[in-house]
């Protein structure tokens, strides 16, 4: 039987001495903000994006989401032209008849998102001005909300960050004890988690965001936080102010940090640990099974992480903790202590963090420390592999279904994948 107090102390870790960060700052191959547009607007099903940028980001969004063309999208760009960013032509005015427009042939949405772009920056085009505007014709029919995915203000996974906040607002108060998972996750990984908190005892469990945009969770003193992604920390910062708690925990990557994640909400509703221990057990069985076959592909393997989705600290705690690849270097855009606090203290003690970039800097080091996998953005993964380095897109990590139980091989199958069709090549 598994002691739950004890596996929820060691998510309690206190962040012991600081590991050492590597700080650098030069060019950097990241993604913008708008890319996490493919994700949310795939989670929440009554919502479209509305990006207001250049034939650029749509080809972006284009490129990234792999647009189906027979499939009426719910993201889209409101392409400014010369004459707007030259000032010659009323772009608020613009914009207004072509949201009206959209949503008179999109009766579906509830929740329309102005994305801003770095042009609709560098115009200052006010979109929170243009959402006030806009409800003031649309509500309650349609909920007009704005934040930033502009590659000047943010990074990849930052967009998720600015368009969580963007709704906290709208967030009814509650005083009920409740549990709240922050972060975007699939529906697939939603309905298993689900399962665990109903078998345990555990609720009132909303996700944010939710399935529907407009069906928000409500927040309050006795709302009690689990982390599901590591990137919203300005969402986690503001539900805080509004009065909840954020459980400290690792992200459920993984069999054994999975276990704990759960533990971590287990031990606020003094879940039996006979019961945790019955729920569980199974699931870690099961996961263990399944991770067992890749452990062999991928032990001692050397991995090198560059700073992209923000997802690099937990990635690395797993692939060393319960797969056992050496860690030579975890790069990471931001580093966000508050929101890794539990993962760092997971860490071996010799792991070389890297927070921001210096690209050529860092391929250097890559190129001298020979990983035998290297996670990176797309811009730089076909280079690498032309010099005979084996990658892996992080973007697949955001695409793809990778929390919880059972979604621990498929994460590692991610990692020993490249591996195999490299290893396959060589013969
Ligand atoms: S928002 Fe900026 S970085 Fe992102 S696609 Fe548009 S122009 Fe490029």
Redesign the pocket.
């Known amino acids: 039987m598994s002691d739950l107090s004890a596996v929820a102390r060691s998510v309690e870790v206190p962040l012991r001495k600081a590991l050492p960060v590597l700080k650098e700052r030069g060019q950097r191959e990241v993604f913008?903000g708008?890319t996490g547009i493919v994700w949310l607007h795939r989670k929440m099903q009554d919502a479209f994006f509305l990006v207001v940028?250049?034939r650029?980001?749509a080809h972006?969004m284009q490129s990234a989401a792999g647009v189906m063309i027979f499939a009426e999208p719910r993201f889209g760009t409101a392409i400014l032209t010369d004459r707007d960013l030259a000032g010659l032509a009323d772009a608020g005015d613009e914009l207004d008849r072509i949201c009206v427009t959209l949503l008179e042939r999109r009766p579906d949405i509830t929740t329309l998102f102005l994305v801003g772009?770095?042009?609709s920056e560098v115009i200052k085009l006010d979109l929170d001005k243009a959402a006030e505007r806009l409800n003031t014709r649309l509500l309650p029919k349609v909920r007009v909300l704005s934040y930033s995915?502009?590659?000047?203000e943010s990074t990849f996974t930052q967009g998720e960050d600015n368009a969580l906040k963007a709704m906290i607002p709208l967030l009814p108060h509650s005083e009920e004890k409740q549990l709240l998972v922050v972060g975007c996750v699939a529906d697939i990984v939603e309905d298993q988690f689900r399962r665990c908190f109903d078998q345990l005892g555990i609720g009132p469990v909303s996700f944010f965001p939710a399935r529907r945009a407009a069906d928000l969770p409500s927040v309050g003193p006795n709302t009690v936080l689990l982390l599901a992604q590591p990137f919203n920390g300005e969402t986690v910062r503001a539900l805080i102010a509004r009065g909840a708690t954020a459980l400290s925990a690792p992200y459920p990557l993984g069999a054994d940090a999975t276990t704990a994640w759960l533990a971590a909400a287990a031990a606020q509703w003094n879940v039996d640990a006979a019961l945790f221990d019955t729920v569980t057990r199974p699931l870690v069985e099961r996961a263990n099974k399944g991770l067992a076959k890749y452990r062999t592909q991928l032990v001692g393997k050397k991995l090198f992480l560059m700073p992209d989705s923000q997802l690099e600290i937990p990635l690395a705690r797993f692939l060393h903790n319960e797969m056992g690849m050496e860690l030579i270097e975890v790069g990471t855009p931001y580093l966000d202590r508050q929101m890794v606090a539990a993962e760092l203290a997971l860490l071996p003690e010799s792991t070389l963090i890297s927070e921001g970039q210096h690209v050529e800097k860092q391929l250097d080091r890559v190129r001298a420390a020979k990983p035998d996998i290297t996670v990176c953005g797309l811009g730089l993964a076909n280079p690498l592999e032309a010099e005979g380095f084996t990658t892996k897109w992080s973007i697949e990590l955001v695409f793809t279904p990778i929390q919880g139980y059972d979604q621990a091989a498929d994460l590692a199958e991610i990692f020993a994948r490249p591996l195999d069709r490299r290893a396959r090549l060589k013969l």
């Not at 995915?149 to 000047?152: C, D, Q």
């Open positions: 913008c708008l940028g250049s650029t980001c972006l772009s770095c042009p995915g502009s590659g000047i």
